[in-house]
């Protein structure tokens, strides 16, 4: 009896120690090697919180659009999944930290075909029961805590690429709406350009037939015409094609006033920051944090590289019962238990766990430069990005200017055709000059709806899904 409680504390204490010791490094987040600031001029708002994006997509129809895609986008789904896959392998790896129990038992029963002959127990009625502990790893030196730490990490890395996707999702859906509306906006220019350039062919062909036009002014102005009725096809296929793009991506079939509801004023999206916003903002990105969650398991990892090079404790034991007489089970039996532990050690491996370790060291090294190059990247788009906004206003400006100086100089230009004081090549002159300007203000729009959505997917500030 006194041998069993021996045992017994024996174990208890192995019990307590197990995990006592961590061999992976003190982890410690790497310097960023970015300024403290991203510079940029007072515009709007202040970055204190993240940004939902139904704060930065001001449309109606656009934020339909989007919801839809959220809940029908395939990649999104296949992301999701990939979530509940790194979810599972994490409860698998949790499950090595305790001991997992097994129960067993078989019943045979037996008999002669007759009596002669030595006896023997092979062909008796024979049963078995027991409860059994397999291999149960006493983790002193947390190599399965790390192992587990590591799979826990990449878990997390795979939440934050679900985060990426969503923001992906969300400014892709936009993206293509912008370029929906802009392709509408270029039709419709090249349309109206169609209706001018008509009325002015048939103001040629009227002064070629009083004397006054020539047949070369008649040839330039249906040649614009031509010019302008090929661009409006242009502008119709691309509508098209957006559409088609705006359903893959949205993932089924869009809402019947979309095609119609797409327009770039007022502006559909809006994202205006303050000056001197801090770097530290950087930090909550999906890709940032999931760079840092990779390097978290190569740290793990290198703790559980270290601990291979000590020995393995494992225990094992069962408890069972058994009896050969099954017409008298409980009364001839034999019940008992088993328990013992085992050490696995290598001792010649011709340097293999050294180099496991060095290939995990190596591994945290790559996860340290992919964690600042993706802080360095997240810098220069969010500059960029900036760097758009505080000029985009005044290039705005200028092409307003523009446009309503060459609206008038065609008017000009026209008139003093039709009295005979230009010849219609200052008109066709105009009329290019009214066409590129007007061109030039809507894509300055596309623009600066585009370079806000750049903000918004820089910045990283799409909410989790519930806060949705």
């Given amino acids: 009896m006194a041998s069993r409680h021996l045992k017994i504390a024996l174990l208890a204490g192995s019990l307590s120690v197990t995990g006592c010791a961590n061999l992976a490094p003190l982890y410690q987040q790497p310097e960023t090697t970015i300024p403290a600031e991203i510079p940029s001029a007072p515009t709007g708002i202040a970055i204190d919180s993240p940004l939902a994006w139904d704060q930065v997509f001001l449309s109606e129809n656009l934020r339909d659009l989007i919801g839809i895609a959220l809940e029908e986008n395939r990649d999104l789904r296949i992301t999701a999944a990939n979530i509940e896959i790194a979810r599972a392998q994490y409860n698998i790896a949790q499950s090595s930290l305790l001991p997992n129990a097994s129960i067993s038992g078989n019943l045979t029963e037996g008999g002669r075909f007759g009596h002669s002959g030595a006896n023997t127990s092979a062909f008796r009625d024979s049963a078995l029961f027991q409860l059994g502990v397999t291999g149960f ?8 805590r790390n192992q587990n730490e590591a799979t826990f990490q990449s878990y997390l890395a795979t939440v934050e690429g679900e985060r990426a996707a969503r923001i992906a999702l969300i ?33 040629t062909q ?6 006054v036009a020539t047949e070369l002014d008649t040839r330039r ?47 559909p999206v809006e994202l205006l920051v303050p000056g001197n916003i801090s770097s530290e903002v950087l930090l909550n990105r999906p890709d940032v944090m999931a760079a840092e969650r990779n390097l ?8 559980a590289a270290r601990a291979a090079l000590f020995p393995t404790i494992s225990l094992s034991g069962r408890v069972g019962y058994s009896s050969s007489d099954l017409e008298n089970f409980f009364s001839n039996d034999i019940a008992g238990w088993t328990f013992g532990p085992s050490l696995d050690l290598p001792i010649f491996d011709y340097g293999a766990r050294q180099n496991r370790i060095a290939v995990t060291e190596a591994q945290k090294e790559q996860a340290i430069a992919r964690y600042q190059l993706a802080i360095q990247t997240a810098f ?59 061109q030039q203000l809507i894509l300055a729009r596309r623009d600066r709806a585009l370079n806000a959505i750049a903000l918004y997917r820089a910045l990283g500030a799409a909410p989790s899904a519930e806060s949705e």
Avoid: C, K, M
Avoid at 187 to 202: N, Y
């Fill in 206 to 211: 009227e002064l070629l037939r009083a004397g």
């Fill in 221 to 267: 102005a249906s040649a614009s015409v031509e010019n302008a009725r090929a661009q409006a096809a242009q502008f119709e296929a691309q509508i098209r094609q957006d559409l088609n793009a705006l359903r893959l991506v949205v993932g089924t079939e869009l809402p019947s006033y979309i095609e119609g509801s797409a327009a770039l004023t007022p502006s």
């Fill in 137 to 144: 790893e006493l983790d002193f030196f947390n190599r399965v």
């Fill in 380 to 438: 220069r788009e969010t500059a960029d990005a900036l760097a758009i906004t505080e000029t985009i206003d005044t290039r705005l400006n200028a092409l307003e200017r523009l446009s309503e100086d060459a609206d008038v100089t065609l008017n000009l230009s026209q008139e003093r055709f039709r009295v005979g004081v230009d010849d219609y090549l200052s008109v066709l002159d105009a009329q290019r000059e009214d066409y590129s300007a007007r």
């Fill in 171 to 203: 400014a892709s859906v936009a993206e293509l709406w912008v370029r929906l509306a802009t392709d509408r906006e270029l039709l419709a220019l090249a349309e109206d350009t169609v209706d001018i350039q008509s009325d002015s062919l048939s103001l």
């Fill in 296 to 303: 978290a398991a190569a740290n793990a990892n290198i703790g």
